[in-house]
């Protein structure tokens, strides 16, 4: 098997995403019970990202012993993966103020939308040009929703630092992070590009950043807000009983 049998890039980014997103997913479901009830949601969601993940790298790295990943092996990851991580968002915001229905459904249908029209361009199903303006249209309108929308006043309004601190690295790789697939897309798409594994190695090492370290800074920030939160009634009942 080319897997273990030569020192090959490609299959060592789709055992060190594999391991890493195994170990993310434990440590997530790990931390449902270390952070107050209000993040349960949010963190569980990211562990269910980082799972389907995990699933998309191991059937990647078995046809790469082929020779060849067929794109579908990565866009059957990020059309479930992606809306958990957005929706994971929204629940983050609705920890720090309360969200409308309305805006869940809209991320929702954008984020899966974003990763499909991609795949339909890519893999020739609809015109390339047209898919990657659709494509990118839905991942701009997140982008504003995350910067500009309620989430971002919900967020900006709250007492707890730990939650604006958190809620900013995670927009950023929302932003930087999420800006690689955008990109594989137009190089495929636009340039002719025939992927001989460095296209996939660029997925694999952007999900280190996308999906791992994505839900261990809700993890993290979760876990703060909930000692925040704690302590803040400890001190409300030490004010009560003095």
Not at 43 to 67: D, K, S, Y
Not at 88 to 105: E, P, V
Not at 154 to 165: C, F, G, L, M, T
């Amino acid at each position: 098997m080319m897997v273990f049998e030569s020192a090959d890039l490609t299959a060592a980014s789709f055992s060190a995403a594999l391991f890493g997103l195994v170990a993310t997913s434990i440590l997530l479901l790990l931390g449902t019970a270390w952070v107050g009830q209000r993040w349960k949601v949010t963190v569980t969601l990211c562990a269910c990202a980082a799972v389907v993940g995990a699933g998309a790298m191991f059937e990647g790295r078995e046809a790469w012993t082929t020779g060849s990943v067929p794109i579908l092996y990565h866009y059957a990851g990020w059309i479930i993966s992606m809306p958990l991580q957005v929706l994971a968002l929204y629940f983050f915001a609705n920890a720090a103020g309360r969200q409308r229905i309305g805006l869940f459904w809209r991320l929702v249908v954008a984020a899966v939308l974003m990763v499909f029209v991609r795949y339909l361009g890519e893999a020739q199903l609809m015109h390339a040009a047209l898919a990657f303006l659709i494509g990118l249209a839905f991942w701009l309108y997140i982008l504003g929703e995350l910067f500009f929308g309620r989430m971002d006043t919900a967020v900006r309004e709250s007492d707890h630092d730990a939650i604006r601190r958190g809620y900013f690295w995670l927009r950023l790789i929302v932003m930087v992070g999420w800006a690689i697939y955008p990109l594989g897309n137009f190089i495929m798409s636009f340039g002719s590009f025939i992927d001989g594994g460095g296209i996939s190695v660029t997925y694999n090492v952007a999900d280190f950043l996308n999906r791992m370290t994505f839900g261990v800074a809700v993890l993290a920030t979760a876990i703060m807000a909930t000692r925040h939160s704690q302590a803040q009634a400890a001190g409300d009942n030490e004010e009560q009983r003095s």
